[in-house]
């Protein structure tokens, strides 16, 4: 499940794809190899005429290959003297702090960070700097960093740098169990209200976070395990895409097209499978197909049942899709459409349908300022 690293161009907040509007600069970027690896076929298939229908069809529509083989997103911009700036600023601010006692401390602290929790953030930056994977750090320093979000708001994008990176894990190894409390803990963070996050870059890079989260199993576990708290990540993500600023518009697309790809397995009738120990409580069929279950969906199941989530997606994705001026974006919210359509079958269409995106999908087609991913998928939802 877990892509390789992407290496960024030297700025820690690089651009997010390669189709990217001006004001998307400064934040991290995301790149998925699955696309990159077909680049030359899609060039080729950019210069095959577009579909002229404007309706969907009636049954699930036939992916190209690149869509149902898609991998999760990955932000892994790892440049290594970016990275050690990063540290610096978490020990350099907290030392200072610690210093002028100007930040109220618990009664079991007598400082911001012990010596022991100083080491294992400098253990941590010199694990993530390791190309192309780093490994595991240690339980100490995914808590001390995400206890610092709260602690001491002023190194929060700092923080959130390095924890986006350090949860980026090799196959088939585990993130420290006795972390699972504090990742709980930040994702209760990022889907309150009112966040604790400082301002947008801090939100853009906790979500960032999150994203890279579902690259692994043991991530995806941390995320699922709570049904509650990933409804409300996913409630969070489709609402953030109406927000004004694009970089949030950009990053919430990639978390939902993250949480589709790992819900769906891209074939169709696969259903929308959620990737957790505690998913035992959602209905069989396309309702919630569970995972590792070999129980069948009947065509009752199919026709009549659809996972709450996969319905969101659709209706967050594809709702004002044509009104998305960002490339980025719109093409994110398609392929993450297109992907349940594929899993979901036909009470999947018939939704999008209800929906009204029939004629949208023509007037997107006439555009010319269309990527040539947004055209295959457009021409795939018809």
Not at 122 to 128: K, L, N, Q
Not at 133 to 139: F, H, N
Not at 242 to 252: D, F, I, K, L, P
Not at 282 to 292: C, F, I, N
Request: overall charge negative.
């Amino acid at each position: 499940m877990q892509n390789s690293i992407q290496g960024g161009s030297g700025d820690p907040f690089g651009h997010m794809g390669t189709a990217v509007s001006n004001n998307s600069s400064n934040f991290p970027s995301y790149t998925s190899p699955a696309s990159l690896a077909s680049s030359s076929n899609a060039t080729a298939r950019g210069s095959e005429g577009m579909s002229s229908s404007t309706s969907l069809s009636s049954s699930s529509p036939s992916l190209s290959p690149w869509i149902s083989s898609l991998s999760p997103l990955v932000s892994g911009d790892c440049e290594a003297s970016i990275i050690e700036n990063m540290c610096a600023k978490i020990l350099n601010t907290t030392s200072s702090l610690n210093a002028s006692s100007s930040v109220p401390l618990s009664t079991e602290r007598t400082d911001l960070l012990t010596e022991t929790e100083k080491q294992a953030i400098i253990e941590a930056t010199g694990i993530i700097k390791n190309k192309p994977l780093p490994g595991i750090c240690s339980p100490l320093a995914y808590n001390t960093l995400i206890r610092l979000l709260s602690d001491c708001p002023s190194i929060q994008l700092a923080c959130l740098f390095l924890l986006r990176l350090m949860v980026l894990i090799p196959d088939k190894t585990c993130l420290p169990p006795s972390s699972t409390a504090s990742f709980r803990g930040l994702l209760s963070m990022i889907v309150q209200p009112n966040n604790q996050l400082n301002g947008i870059p801090a939100i853009v890079m906790s979500l960032c976070t999150l994203s890279n989260l579902l690259t692994s199993s043991s991530g995806c576990d941390l995320i699922y395990e709570d049904d509650t708290l990933s409804s409300r990540l996913l409630d969070y993500v489709i609402m953030s895409l109406s927000h004004a600023r694009v970089e949030m518009r950009q990053m919430s697309a990639a978390v939902i097209l993250n949480m589709t790809i790992v819900c769906t397995n891209g074939k169709e009738g696969g259903g929308w499978r959620v990737p957790s120990p505690n998913s035992s409580a959602l209905p069989v069929g396309r309702a919630g197909v569970r995972e590792g279950s070999n129980e069948i969906p009947s065509e009752a199941d199919n026709e009549e049942d659809m996972h709450p989530a996969a319905v969101q997606v659709i209706c967050g994705t594809l709702e004002g899709v044509s009104d998305e001026i960002d490339a980025v974006c719109r093409q994110r919210r398609l392929a993450s459409a297109c992907r349940v359509l594929r899993s979901c079958g036909k009470v999947s269409v018939n939704l999008a349908k209800d929906i009204g995106f029939d004629v949208p999908v023509s007037d997107m087609l006439k555009r010319h300022n269309l990527t040539l991913e947004e055209k295959q998928i457009l021409n795939d939802l018809h």
